[in-house]
């Protein structure tokens, strides 16, 4: 009501994208600064950003290395850096014991547990614990990917390897977390438990910050609220506009509240599948079963993903579809959920590893169903955006009704540290906000 | 929560007593603690009123200060109790052990250490203030302390930040001791409350435990803040020492001299011990309650921790170079505390679960541990796994449990009453469980004898498994990088930085309150 | 935004519950006390009916166990004191030091002082008001860059259709064209830390001056925006009794308080479930049932944020069959599933009791819990 949203960016995405990133590697090439921050917004092309500055890099002679915070991460580098730069000498850094994945055999990536092997290699890439290990190495560049999933620990045990840095990542997500009590750490500028970018920022206030203004995962459903209700300060829009992106299903063959919700998000990009209102534990039974047996049906159903890279469409099938939840429990039960559907291949994982991730379809379980009281942890703003976020055509929410009435009579007492910036929007108002969307797609389910 | 945990709660509440929440005690318990009442005056940023402290119960000591506002006072109270601390605490020094270590020198291990107990989690607030405002205090020049007082304050900081490590027991607050042990028919914010919490667990004979808590409340806190209605109560008293003071020194009878500020003192005195006393008594009957429970299996290993902490601060406390602690820690070490924090707690989950039968059935309720009879096995199994050359042992292990464990195929477990084996889920259906056993066996082309479980033997398999990390090497603080703010200054250099770590006089040195 | 009123049948409503109680008026503390439990409806009518708490929990038996100690009265009141005097010397450093603002230009003005009645009368709270509001008018017009600052001015503020008086300890400063809100609190903070609790109450009374004083300005034609969400509180550095001033961003309190006053001006449809006629203002021996009729949703932070948490808490321990379970906090609760009665929940995991429908997931849940329990305890629990 009061917040000033600035509008999202008007004109041609691929020319905002590209004025963008031209802004991004003049301010690399310019070396005018120690460091160059760039805030991407969900599927933002930060990893096409990633390749093109080490493509760059690697072209004016410059060795650099890549930090990346998961394996997984590691290897959808090297695979892009090894389709763009086919001829680039690219080392991969790993623990005893990996592979390359086939994706990578017979490319320009050699693989080795040791930096010194890869000494005559323009690019080496590794996970941020095992650069921890290298020793008596040292680069003029590095991009930290990931950068605000990034623990500002971990940062201190990389930052002695390089002289200057490119970090990406998105502010939007959850913070990294501490399995301890971390507040004594939270009046130091330095504070171990905040994420790499807050600490740099703080230490080092002239760092220029880049925006990336096109989300290309987002479709034109979906970019816009994400971008009112998460990032109100740097808005971002899709990259493909209304109609450019489409799902197709076969015809419904049981005709009940799945097939209702499948039909309605094939056509608007969002469903939400509301079950009658009840406490109950984390581990919902009912909203398991109904969050499996959705996921189940999008797949029975012989779904078709058109867009403006497939576009003569491709089968939705079950690489392309993902299932967000919030907690270890829930997700072990949604698992063995689909074990007796026989969707074992559906990808079913908490928010903090989703993080990062693309899927065609997701279906979610809301954080604050069934809940008898909200808790930081089930408001928690990042959550509710990473869960909102992996969707490149539409994104289908399982939750109890009530939602609306839990977060009305949730008491607002947070705790305030001194020198730590107010995250923001808080969770009540982006919770508030995706609920009235989801609101305009709802199929009630009766068990 | 767990619902075997608010289980507790609800059973406590409809029987008016307290419950177990834990079948063995999970903190080291001295034989001789150090037990510390501690309250401070409202309003100020820490000002110390008084403390009941000692190791025997039938004897506290009383340390008050008559008016906490006057700092001569108070320093003078810190140096009485760093007399009654200090000889205390380093007691422990000087028996130790020879502990050799893996590509590291052998060090000197203290035999035992000192336990401090308080009440609430607020006299580990107080120790950590205590020590901040006094291990920089100077022992010369003109604002010149007693000797014990910043040695105090070092020890008083050393205890807090160790308090702060999980599964650490050198500074223990009752309250935490516990709940940990028992659940309460009332909730967690009022078992803050150590009265209440006390009268729970061991009410009165004759008496239920939540009559006798309803009873206990509104009476005197057990600190360090005081109630309210004590301070109005505090008010004439003090007052009538400010005069006191005042007129004998104007006076100049000298038979006089002394006695009107020594009544008036007493009268504070007599205020402070009849509000602290019956805290006192909780406190040892709270060492009575927990010294019943059998210890869990790891505490020992726990406490060696503690005392190889309490050795190396000793020894470093004796090195004429060494300084206090800083007032913040650097960017270095900040980020060392906690990861180190956060190793202590991996190992501290995992260890009680495995002490613990109560805590083991939450997680087996969550699904993530089942227990069971084992009913049947293949110990000759051999297989050869792929990109292997060589069929390895791999014997099979087929349980009957009543447990529900979520485990998909391939989920990789760790055995409570075998810490040695290692398996893996082959087939998990409603009330069978088969799984293949891939270590513990020993290296050779046979398991090694007694390593493959018999039949009819009944075991708990998790799936939290704590992994062990090591300590990162950390840069050494001259090479703090830009990212971090750069190598700090060095100490000295800049006395108003936030690393700096000289001694020096705080403003409040030469301040007082009126 | 605030001043929509309620409607002359509610205020009839509100008047009849309070008959003749004495009334409170709200000030920052008790607004800011609006974020703790908005899902109480008793909560919600009391604090409509602006009824003075404390005395309603004297004449319920169940006097509110608050207090402030005298010893921290005194210091609060010496380090105001000292932070404000001459003619705010040390506030202008400290402004200059975190706004930097100009410290030697600008004048204060105490609104508190001087007036038609002399020098040293101490005027009406509208009078107050009237000139607060001038002030505030004289120093938006004037330099940009000048650090005014109004000392104990007095802002209004609609709550549930009743005008409250806000009374900052602190001022509102003018710098750069934006005023700021002071908060001063005697409190430490020590190498750069301060205690949380603390902090996040002073940071949500600054967030109900902001919000009254962008009414004002909203009111006097000034842009709202004007009035700045970043505050300055200052506090006591160390263990010394020197000022330190801090910038905190109260943005997220700002939203919370305006959502808990737009709450509270819909308190009509609590009243739609009240009998008619209800009053709480009757014999002693009748106030409990008469406040019965208001159900509340007691927990127990409520014991730290509502004079009649006492009352609610034995009420809460004393319905259904073994208490609400709620008494035993959030995370028991939520553990259960939403079964709301201790006696239920327990016969449930005994197997005593037949789940009703919709229960079957949390009673078996609870039989496992139990059987668990049982088996770990040896069998005797």
């Known amino acids: 009501m009061t917040t000033a949203h600035t509008r999202a960016p008007q004109g041609d995405p691929a020319a905002l994208a590209a004025a963008a990133t031209a802004a991004v590697l003049a301010d690399l090439g310019s070396g005018a600064h120690r460091g160059v921050v760039v805030d991407s917004p969900p599927g933002a092309g930060k990893s096409t950003l990633v390749v093109r500055a080490a493509g760059e890099l690697a072209a004016s002679g410059e060795r650099l290395m890549i930090v990346a915070q998961t394996n997984n991460q590691v290897d959808d580098l090297l695979v892009r850096l090894a389709e763009e730069h086919p001829h680039l000498p690219v080392g991969r850094l790993s623990a005893t014991g990996y592979r390359l994945p086939p994706a990578l055999v017979g490319t320009s990536v050699s693989n080795a547990e040791k930096a010194e092997a890869l000494d005559a290699c323009a690019v080496v890439v590794a996970t941020a614990a095992k650069w921890a290990l290298v020793q008596d190495r040292r680069w003029p560049w590095a991009i930290v990917d990931e950068a605000y999933q990034m623990r500002s620990d971990a940062l201190l045990l990389v930052a002695r390897l390089f002289d200057r840095a490119l970090f990406v990542g998105d502010p939007g997500q959850l913070d990294p977390f501490a399995t301890v009590d971390t507040s004594r750490w939270h009046s130091l500028s330095y504070d171990p438990s905040q994420s790499a970018v807050v600490v740099l920022r703080r230490h080092n206030p002239d760092l220029p910050v880049h925006r990336l203004p096109v989300s290309w995962r987002l479709p034109a459903s979906a970019a816009p609220l994400v971008s009112d209700a998460f990032y109100p300060f740097t808005p971002f829009r899709s990259g493909t506009g209304p109609g450019e992106r489409s799902l197709r299903f076969e015809a419904a063959r049981e005709h009940d509240a799945y097939d209702t919700v499948v039909d309605v998000a094939a056509g608007s990009g969002w469903g939400l599948l509301e079950l009658p209102a009840r406490f109950t534990g984390a581990a919902d039974e009912e909203a398991v079963r109904a969050v499996a047996t959705l996921a189940a049906r999008l797949l029975a159903r012989g779904g078709t993903a058109v867009g403006e890279r497939t576009p003569a469409g491709v089968p939705l099938d079950a690489s392309r579809i993902a299932i967000g939840v919030s907690h270890r429990e829930q997700r072990a039960r949604v698992e063995s959920a689909l074990r007796d559907l026989g969707a074992t291949e559906i990808v079913v994982d908490t928010a903090n590893r989703l993080q990062g991730r693309e899927f065609d379809v997701t279906v979610v379980l809301h954080p604050l169903s069934g809940r008898r009281d909200a808790t930081e942890f089930h408001l928690e703003t990042g959550r509710l955006c990473v869960l909102a976020s992996r969707h490149r055509h539409a994104c289908l929410v399982v939750a109890r009704a009530g939602i609306p009435e839990l977060l009305d009579a949730h008491p607002t007492a947070n705790p305030v540290h001194l020198g730590v910036p107010v995250s923001f929007p808080d969770g009540w108002e982006a919770n508030q906000a995706v609920l009235a969307e989801l609101g305009r797609h709802r199929v009630s389910l009766t068990p | ?514 | 935004m605030g001043t929509t009123g309620t409607t002359g049948a509610i205020a009839g409503r509100l008047e009849q519950l309070r008959g003749e109680l004495p009334t409170r008026n709200h000030n920052a503390r008790t607004v800011a006390a609006l974020a703790a439990n908005p899902g109480c409806a008793r909560r919600g009518v009391l604090d409509a009916a602006g009824i003075e708490k404390t005395v309603l929990a004297e004449r319920l038996g169940f006097p509110a166990r608050y207090g402030r100690s005298p010893f921290a009265i005194g210091r609060g009141n010496v380090f105001e004191a000292r932070v404000k005097a001459d003619d705010g010397r040390e506030l202008r450093r400290l402004l200059a030091e975190v706004l930097g603002a100009d410290p030697d230009d600008g004048a204060l003005v105490d609104v508190d002082r001087g007036g038609p009645t002399g020098p040293t009368a101490r005027p009406g709270r509208e009078e107050r008001v009237a000139r607060t509001r001038e002030a505030l008018l004289r120093a938006a017009s004037g330099d940009p860059d000048a650090c005014a600052i109004l000392d104990h001015p007095l802002l209004p503020l609609d709550v549930a259709g009743r005008r409250a008086y806000l009374e900052p300890d602190a001022m509102a400063c003018r710098v750069a064209g934006r005023l700021h809100v002071v908060e001063i609190k005697s409190f430490a903070i020590i190498d750069g830390s301060a205690d949380p609790g603390k902090l996040a109450s002073a940071t949500r009374q600054a967030a109900v001056y902001v919000h009254a004083l962008r009414g004002l300005a909203e009111e006097l034609g000034l842009d709202p925006e004007s009035v700045s969400t970043d505050i300055v509180l200052v506090c006591a550095q160390d263990f010394a009794n020197r000022p330190i001033a801090v910038v905190l961003d109260v943005r997220r309190e700002l939203a919370t308080t305006r959502r808990r006053l737009a709450r509270l001006s819909g308190v009509e449809e609590l009243f739609a479930e009240l009998p008619e006629g209800l009053t709480f203002d009757v014999a002693e021996e009748r106030v409990g049932a008469a406040v019965a009729r208001v159900p509340a949703a007691y927990l127990p932070d409520c014991l730290s944020a509502c004079e009649l948490a006492l009352f609610c808490r034995d009420e809460a321990r004393a319905c259904g069959t073994g208490g609400d379970v709620g008494t035993l906090g959030t995370s028991v609760r939520g553990a259960l599933g939403g079964i709301d009665d201790i006696g239920t929940a327990l016969a449930l995991a005994d197997g005593t009791r037949a789940p009703e429908p919709g229960q079957e997931d949390v009673a078996r849940l609870l039989r496992r819990a139990q059987a668990l329990r049982h088996e770990a305890l040896g069998g005797v629990g």
């Open chain 2, 1 to 514: 929560m767990s619902t075997i945990a608010a289980l507790g709660r609800l059973r406590a509440a409809a029987t008016g007593y307290a419950q177990p929440a834990a079948t063995v005690r999970h903190r080291h318990l001295s034989a001789r603690p150090m037990v510390l009442v501690p309250y401070v005056l409202a309003g100020e940023a820490f000002a110390p009123l008084a403390v009941l402290v000692g190791t025997d119960r039938d004897r506290p000591h009383l340390l008050a200060v008559p008016q906490p506002r006057d700092r001569d006072r108070r320093f003078a109270h810190a140096a009485e109790l760093a007399g009654r601390l200090l000889p205390h605490l380093g007691a422990f020094a000087a028996e130790t052990e020879t502990i050799e270590r893996r590509g590291d020198d052998p060090y000197e291990r203290s035999l035992d250490a000192p336990q401090v107990l308080v009440p609430t989690a607020g006299g580990i607030e107080y120790l950590r203030l205590l020590g901040r405002s006094t291990r920089f205090r100077r022992t010369d020049g003109e604002f010149a302390v007693p000797a014990g007082v910043p040695l105090l304050g070092r020890w008083s900081t050393w205890l807090a930040d160790r308090a702060g490590v999980p599964g650490s027991s050198v500074l223990l607050a009752m309250t935490d001791l516990l709940t940990q042990a028992w659940a309460t028919g009332q909730s967690a914010m009022e078992d803050g409350d150590l009265a209440s919490l006390l009268a729970w667990i061991d009410p009165p004979a004759g008496r239920r435990g939540d009559e006798a808590a309803r009873e206990a409340e509104g009476g005197p806190t057990a600190g360090p803040a005081t109630d309210p209605a004590f301070d109005e109560r505090l008010v004439p008293l003090i007052t009538a020492f400010d005069e006191a003071v005042a007129a004998e020194r104007e006076s100049d009878e000298d038979a006089a001299r002394g006695e009107r500020e020594r009544r008036a003192e007493q009268a504070i005195r007599d205020a402070l011990a009849a509000e602290l006393m019956p805290t006192w008594d909780r406190m040892w009957r709270g060492v009575d309650l927990l010294s019943a429970l059998p210890a869990g299996a790891s505490v020992a290993g726990r406490w060696e921790a503690d005392r190889a902490s309490y050795s190396f601060f000793a020894a470093d406390l004796a090195d004429p170079e060494s300084r206090p602690q800083p007032r913040v820690p650097g960017a270095i070490s900040a980020a060392a505390q906690l990861a180190g924090r956060e190793r202590a707690q991996a190992r501290l989950d995992a260890e009680q679960v495995r002490d613990d039968p109560l805590l083991m059935a939450a997680v087996r309720l969550a699904g993530e541990a089942f227990r069971g009879e084992l009913i049947a096995v293949d110990a000759e199994r051999m297989v050869t796994e792929p990109g292997k050359k060589t069929a390895r042992p791999r014997p099979l292990l087929v349980f009957r449990t009543e447990d529900e464990p979520l485990f998909g195929p391939g989920t990789e477990l760790a055995c409570v009453e075998r810490p040695d084996a290692k398996a893996r889920v082959l087939v998990n259906e409603p009330g069978r469980m088969e799984l293949e056993l891939f270590g513990g066996m020993g290296g050779g082309k046979a398991p090694k004898p007694g390593s493959v479980p018999e039949r009819g033997e009944v075991l708990c398999w998790t799936s939290l498994i704590a992994e062990f990390r090591r300590s990162p090497d950390w840069p050494a603080v001259e090479d703090t990088p830009w990212t971090h703010g750069g190598p700090p200054p060095e100490p000295g250099s800049e006395p108003d930085s936030a690393t700096a770590t000289g001694p020096e006089p705080d403003d409040d040195a030469l301040e007082e309150w009126s």
